[in-house]
């Protein structure tokens, strides 16, 4: 298991806990005011959170509605991407437990032709997208992505590897438990209209 460090979000207005070998994208390159990034310093997966819009509810009725609306948001932008949702389940926040709370499993994959079956795929990344329904019409969107490349998703025969999917999925739990033990609003006038 990883270790975690104590990191503050958002000037300190949010603080959770990550794996200590994430660094803070924004050292590296600059990131929209709305979003923190983190990408592990010895590895491919990345953190982000950000602050949306929440959708209207004639479009997402429910939370789970809401949070296959940002995941579909985060994979339109790529025609020849596919999502499969693995899971999806209301979960809990320990420090905010009075916002609701989803947590979803994807695999997004994506090719140079949009033939090629889901298993063909060129490359992968396991996302485990946590949402939170914060005040005033604000989802905070967090999202552990985890590339799945033909260097290390892919089996032999071009298929994915069901077993480097798994490790995949685990690790992305791992960091996902920790977050929603950790995640605390310190400052709610983050969220004033």
Not at 81 to 109: M, P, W, Y
Not at 176 to 187: L, N, R, Y
């Amino acid at each position: 298991m990883a270790a975690f460090q104590s990191i503050d979000l958002f000037g300190g207005a949010v603080k959770a806990q990550y794996p200590k070998n994430f660094i803070d994208a924004s050292e590296l390159r600059q990131i929209p005011d709305h979003q923190e990034v983190y990408l592990e310093s010895d590895g491919f997966t990345n953190i982000v959170v950000e602050f949306l819009e929440r959708p209207p509810d004639l479009k997402c009725p429910t939370d789970v509605d809401a949070a296959l609306f940002h995941l579909s948001d985060i994979s339109e932008d790529d025609e020849l991407l596919e999502t499969d949702v693995r899971s999806k389940d209301t979960i809990q926040f320990q420090k905010a437990s009075n916002l609701a709370a989803v947590s979803i499993i994807a695999l997004n994959a994506s090719s140079s032709s949009r033939e090629a079956s889901l298993e063909e795929r060129v490359q992968s990344t396991l996302i485990r997208l946590l949402l939170l329904r914060a005040k005033n019409a604000t989802d905070i969107l967090i999202t552990i992505n985890i590339p799945l490349t033909s260097e290390h998703g892919f089996g032999n025969d071009g298929k994915l590897d069901q077993a480097l999917i798994e490790q995949a999925t685990s690790k992305a739990d791992n960091i996902a438990q920790k977050i929603s033990e950790t995640f605390e609003i310190v400052d709610e006038s983050l969220f004033a209209g």
